[in-house]
T-cell receptor
Framework: SQTIHQWPATLVQPVGSPLSLECTVE??????LYWYRQAAGRGLQLLFY??????ISSEVPQNLSASRPQDRQFILSSKKLLLSDSGFYLC?????????????FGEGSRLTVL | GESVGLHLPTLSVQEGDNSIINCAYS??????FIWYKQESGKGPQFIID?????DKRQGQRVTVLLNKTVKHLSLQIAATQPGDSAVYFC??????????????FGTGTQLKVEL
């Protein structure tokens, strides 16, 4: 069966520090991968998506970046965090090429920037 | 801004009653909508979806209705249970890679089930 893992689950970082959140998917090949951010009491904002290794599409200009070094690995990074980067970050996947809205989400990484 | 939004941020219902959660969208070209449930501290989970060639779709205790004329959809939960307490999001598939998998989510409605 397919599983998705995110880590770390919780992170507290000072303003200006770097960030690295990692997501891996098991049990599937060539998935579409997504990073969403959820601010407190808000909806999910799509940040990045990827249809293959090294292929990244950015939805929102900001100080975050994403990379996909391997087929089932998706990394969210920042060189210098801002207070506004605080939130709940969710990685998601879907089988590549499928016309469906059924995303499978990870458990999330809660980031607090102080 | 988001093209998908919800009318009410919080909905309280008695256990056993039916729940109706509403959602409006603005893009008349949208043709695929999905409902997700998010429990506290967890990632969202798929509930049910509907395409624009349908007005109604039923699942286990859930029904989604789509009114394309007024660009409105709703999620109905029958015999609401305490385990239904969560935030519910409607999402619109805006199209994208791999056959159209770029979802735009609304703000969400907090459903609270009272015993």
């Amino acid at each position: 069966s397919q599983t998705i893992h995110q880590w770390p689950a919780t992170l507290v970082q000072p303003v200006g520090s770097p960030l690295s959140l990692e997501c891996t998917v098991e049990g599937t090949s060539n998935p579409n991968l997504y990073w969403y951010r959820q601010a407190a009491g808000r909806g999910l904002q799509l940040l990045f998506y990827s249809v293959g290794i090294g292929q990244i599409s950015s939805e929102v200009p900001q100080n975050l970046s994403a990379s996909r070094p391997q087929d089932r690995q998706f990394i969210l990074s920042s060189k210098k965090l801002l207070l506004s980067d605080s939130g709940f970050y969710l990685c998601a996947w879907i089988a590549g090429g499928r016309d469906t809205g059924e995303l499978f989400f990870g458990e999330g990484s809660r980031l607090t920037v102080l | 801004g988001e093209s998908v939004g919800l009318h009410l941020p919080t909905l309280s219902v008695q256990e056993g009653d039916n729940s109706i959660i509403n959602c409006a969208y603005s893009n008349s070209a949208s043709d695929y909508f999905i409902w997700y449930k998010q429990e506290s501290g967890k990632g969202p989970q798929f509930i049910i979806d509907i395409r624009s060639n349908m007005d109604k779709r039923q699942g286990q205790r859930v029904t989604v209705l789509l009114n394309k004329t007024v660009k409105h959809l709703s999620l109905q939960i029958a015999a609401t249970q305490p385990g239904d307490s969560a935030v519910y999001f409607c999402a619109e598939n805006m199209g994208g890679p791999g056959g159209g998998n770029k979802l735009t989510f609304g703000t969400g409605t907090q459903l609270k089930v009272e015993l």
